[in-house]
């Protein structure tokens, strides 16, 4: 019973950085016929060089 316990836990701890970083983006119309975006990660660091999709 200890072992499948610890194994779970182990498993779970495991998947933990699957779901560190969330991308995040905010976009303005800015009233001229053009939007601008920013965008970044949950975590705080920068999505520079990133290609999204939308």
Do not use: W
């Amino acid at each position: 019973m200890k072992k499948i316990l610890f194994s779970s836990i182990l498993v779970a701890l495991a998947s933990l950085p699957a779901f560190a970083h969330t991308a995040l983006m905010s976009c303005i119309d800015n009233g001229d016929d053009t939007v601008t975006c920013e965008a970044g990660f949950s975590d705080g660091s920068s999505a520079s060089g990133v290609e999204f999709k939308v």
